[in-house]
């Protein structure tokens, strides 16, 4: 689903990553972890297309992604649910609103949207909150919207950076309860954290970087 | 029927609809949202179509004036009539001949001759020197042709005409007063032109107004077009909204600016009919009507549209996740 083949990424006086040679499978729950300025952002921006790998190919649902031209990314970025560290809500809407917007963008109709926005918010607990203004929730509840958003368009790839990076340990482990269950379902999951101490627990594959390399989970499961 | 009961049994619908409903929806909501937001904001939003009122009502009203002016001035310069004093020498029958073959021409409506002692009465009565004429032993008055010309001959067409006819060797003097309706006309040209340009500059500062009022909208939604674009939305999705918020300032501004226009009018007709009424015209004014005022507003939206879409190309593509 998603291959790595050779990626480096040099950027003016530094390598970010270097020579990153690995495979996710479809179905695949995986963490990716390092230190800060190991890569791991620089990873999940290559794949979002947010940066261009200097060279190397990175092959997304089969397709070379460096293909992909300006005008493509939109719609690229559409095959992937996305959840931000720090949610990327937009306040002068409502928690609906929030859920809707990729099944706006994506041209669902009103009442495909409303189905699909009631059903992400189940699934994430929230469905009495769906009139509430974002800033007014926890930051617990406003990561589980950021979640519900990502997943509402029912992607086949979800890239989560840092999602509990704001949280206490209980909530974190509850977000990423949430996570496998959308894995168990099929969705490929890749989630950049640092917090080895949650992640090791979960017995997925670990991808760790250090100094832009890869020094630990290449291998395949 | 399958599909659709398989859809109801995940809960999660159909898929997105195909290209063309998805795409008319949106412009929909984003016409709806625009018009929304604007009027949610309505002391920053009146500024802006007041502005841009004023910006198309002056060129506008200016263009109306003239309109009315030229107007006025078509019609003065209809009955226009070349008087042809005759040599001295020529005799009453001689003229009346000269009058048989100038009125075959085309470009003549009608002529008709004046007998120099008629001429004289004429001239007496009209100006009250009767006693004075009497103690004159001649007549100083040649005879004279009235020559009206053709309805459809303008004034160039009538200058040389007079040319014409002040070249034939029965004429002594040609009398036409045409150099008034020259200087109408060209005043009139002169004052269209003067209105074309500063309509010009006015529009280009409408255009200015919107595009950084679309320019301040795209900076107080920033953190929205980075999280549409971060999420899948194309340049076409995040564009919308402020092509909207543009087409409405434009046709609100030019609406206003039509009801700016109809209340200057109101304001000046009553001074303008009196003016007429002085020069015991019948002409009445013309107002913007319905089409003038479905042009201005159709012109203010072009406007509007072209502001934000200038303002657009420059300010979203730079906003851009990082």
Redesign the interface.
């Not at chain 1, 706006?104 to 495909?112: A, K, L, M, P, V």
């Given at each position: 689903m998603i291959e790595f083949d050779r990626v480096n990424k040099r950027f003016e006086h530094h390598d970010a990553l270097r020579d990153i040679s690995l495979t996710i499978d479809a179905g695949e729950m995986v963490f990716l972890t390092g230190h800060s300025g190991a890569g791991k952002s620089t990873f999940l921006r290559l794949l979002?297309l947010?940066e261009r790998a200097s060279s190397g190919t990175l092959t997304v649902n089969g397709r070379d992604i460096s293909k992909v031209g300006r005008?493509g990314i939109?719609?690229?970025?559409?095959e992937?649910g996305?959840v931000?560290q720090d949610h990327?809500?937009?306040f002068?809407r409502s928690v609906y609103d929030n859920v809707a917007?990729?099944l706006?963008?994506?041209?669902?109709?009103?009442?495909?949207i409303e189905?699909?926005v009631r059903?992400a918010l189940d699934k994430v607990g929230l469905l009495d909150r769906e009139n509430a203004q974002p800033a007014l929730l926890s930051g617990g509840e406003q990561q589980r919207v950021g979640i519900a958003?990502a997943v509402v368009a029912?992607p086949k790839i979800l890239l989560a950076d840092e999602p509990t990076g704001n949280l206490d340990p209980q909530l974190s482990a509850e977000i990423m309860s949430l996570f496998e269950a959308f894995n168990r379902v099929g969705v490929t999951v890749v989630i950049a954290s640092h917090d080895l101490a949650l992640i090791s627990r979960l017995r997925h594959r670990i991808i760790t970087l250090k100094g832009g390399r890869l020094v630990g989970g290449g291998g395949q499961g | 029927m399958n599909t659709k009961l398989s859809a109801q049994k995940t809960g999660l619908g159909l898929g997105p609809r195909p290209q063309l409903a998805a795409w008319v929806h949106h412009h929909r909501q984003a016409a709806a949202d625009s018009l929304q937001k604007m009027l949610m904001e309505p002391i920053a939003t009146l500024l802006t179509l007041v502005a841009v009122g004023i910006a198309l009502a002056l060129p506008a009203a200016l263009w109306l004036l003239l309109d009315n002016a030229s107007a006025v001035a078509s019609r003065v310069e209809a009955p226009t009539r070349l008087s042809l004093l005759l040599d001295d020498d020529s005799s009453f029958e001689a003229a009346e001949r000269f009058a048989d073959t100038l009125a075959t021409r085309v470009d003549i409506a009608a002529v008709s001759v004046l007998h120099r002692d008629e001429a004289l009465v004429l001239f007496a009565t009209d100006t009250g020197l009767d006693s004075l004429l009497q103690g004159l032993q001649d007549n100083p008055l040649p005879h004279t042709l009235l020559v009206t010309p053709a309805v459809d001959v303008g004034t160039e067409q009538l200058e040389a005409l007079a040319d014409f006819l002040g070249g034939r060797p029965e004429v002594d003097e040609v009398v036409l007063d045409t150099r008034w309706i020259a200087r109408l006309d060209t005043t009139i040209a002169l004052v269209r032109q003067l209105v074309v340009g500063t309509g010009a500059l006015m529009i280009l500062g409408a255009i200015l107004i919107l595009a950084n009022t679309i320019r301040l909208a795209i900076e107080a939604r920033r953190d929205e077009i980075v999280v549409i674009k971060l999420i899948g939305g194309g340049d076409g999705f995040a564009r919308r909204p402020f092509l909207y918020t543009g087409l409405w300032a434009g046709i609100g501004g030019g609406l206003l600016g039509a009801l700016l226009v109809l209340g200057l009018f109101l304001f000046v007709s009553a001074p303008a009919r009196s003016l007429l009424a002085l020069y015991d015209s019948d002409f009445t004014l013309q107002g913007l009507g319905l089409v003038g005022v479905i042009r201005l507003t159709l012109m203010g939206g072009a406007i509007g549209l072209l502001s934000a879409a200038q303002a657009v190309t420059l300010h979203l593509r730079r906003i851009e996740p990082r």
């Open positions: 979002m947010l005008r939109a719609r690229y970025r559409r992937f996305i931000f990327q809500l937009l002068d917007l990729p706006e963008i994506s041209g669902f109709s009103q009442r495909d189905r699909r059903a958003r029912r | -």
